[in-house]
């Protein structure tokens, strides 16, 4: 690898964030352990909280998928020219006048699949992903393969998600890092000119944004 | 309940942002997800607003700097021990819970943040651990 590629892996992780480090003692633990039981116990008696509830609310968190924003950004790009417009030249600012925010100082970009070009975005070290606008990453997406393919052989990879390209198309590998997320814009498919820009988000796959996938009329 | 997650809650965004590490929440133990469920639940149950929770949580981590930058021995305390410490106010605010609640369940309740008086330079001693 060439000497310019010097970004090592904490330049693919977000910001330094002092909070992923574990600060407390066993002690400590085991202390706040208690508090939390006991502050629990207390919201339960008073029928406040069910900790079954509890339950199934850290999971709806933890595994929030919502790629919702993306395909929303999608489809109004579709229907407003001016808004794909702002949208590939600040994609940041674009996405965040749809009310979609929460990335930590990183920059978001938005690439935009022509008939030409197809465009598939990696984190070739980690993991780098642009969830809130995608979700959580999917487990392939930090799989060493996926990463380490993509640049390698694209197209043998875009074939294993069973999209065969042209030849006469180009592909794009665009890798993600700490500063830049890249999204793929899809290109919209034919035959939807009289849908709505509610049914255009619902056709917008999670994976046609990372541009493993095209957008398909019906799913 | 609700079933997707109340994005007011989940893209916080500056010193109240979520801990996250490629998007996913990171918790370091159990009672840091224990925490987190409880005052999203009561939110989302109308006992407060998301933003009554978040403005003692900012206060809380803004404190927690500035004592830092005073003091670089200041305890630093984890982001949901910050956490854990606002939504006990905002119960006490709310009149879900008394203070004396809170200290006859929690035992022995916050530890003392401030170092002991006299500045005795002895090292703690390291709690050996289990390998």
Redesign the interface.
């Known amino acids: 690898m060439s000497d310019d590629h010097t970004h090592g892996h904490s330049a693919h ?2 910001p330094p ?4 480090e ?8 085991a ?13 339960v008696a ?1 029928g ?2 069910s900790s079954e ?6 999971e ?3 595994n ?1 998928l ?1 790629p919702i924003n993306g395909a929303k950004v999608v489809a109004r790009a579709w229907v407003d020219p001016a808004y794909k417009e702002r949208l590939l030249k600040d994609a940041t600012a674009a996405i965040a006048e749809l ?4 990335l ?1 100082g990183e920059h978001m970009v938005v690439v935009e699949n022509t008939p030409d070009t197809h465009n598939l975005v990696v984190c070739t070290l ?4 642009p ?2 606008v995608l ?3 999917p487990a392939w997406f ?1 799989d060493a393969a996926y990463r380490s393919r993509s640049v390698v052989d694209p197209r043998g990879v875009l074939r294993d998600f069973g999209l065969e390209l042209d030849e006469s198309t180009a592909v794009k590998v665009w890798d993600s890092s700490a500063e830049i997320r890249y999204m793929v814009l899809p290109e919209r498919p034919v035959g939807t000119e009289d849908m709505s820009e509610e049914e255009l988000t619902a056709l917008v796959s999670r994976d046609s944004m990372i541009g493993v996938t095209k957008v398909e009329k019906n799913t | ?5 109340d ?1 007011k ?5 500056g010193d109240a ?1 979520l ?8 918790f ?4 840091e ?6 005052a ?3 939110c ?2 109308g ?1 407060y607003q998301w933003d009554d929770f978040r403005d003692h949580l900012i206060a809380e981590i803004g404190d927690a700097d500035a004592a830092r930058a005073d003091n670089p021995d200041a305890p ?4 949901y ?1 910050h956490w ?1 410490a606002s ?2 106010k905002v119960l006490i605010e709310k009149g ?2 008394t203070q004396d ?2 200290r006859a ?5 916050t ?1 003392p943040q401030t170092p002991p008086p006299g500045g005795s330079q002895r090292p703690v001693p390291r ?1 050996p ?1 289990p390998i």
């Open positions: 992780d977000a964030n002092p909070y992923l574990k600060h407390t003692t066993p002690e400590q633990t202390a706040l352990e208690k508090r939390v039981q006991a502050l629990e116990s207390l919201l008073k406040l909280v509830t509890l339950d199934k609310l850290v709806t968190y933890e929030d919502g009310g979609f925010s929460g930590q980690c993991s780098c992903y969830w809130p979700g959580l990453p930090k | 309940m609700k079933s997707t997650p994005r809650i989940s893209n916080m965004e942002a801990p996250r590490k490629s998007g996913e929440l990171v370091h133990d159990a009672w997800r224990r925490a987190f469920a409880l999203v639940a009561l989302e149950q006992q630093f305390p984890g982001y021990e854990l939504l006990e879900l819970c609640q809170l369940d929690g035992g022995e309740g530890p709690v651990r």
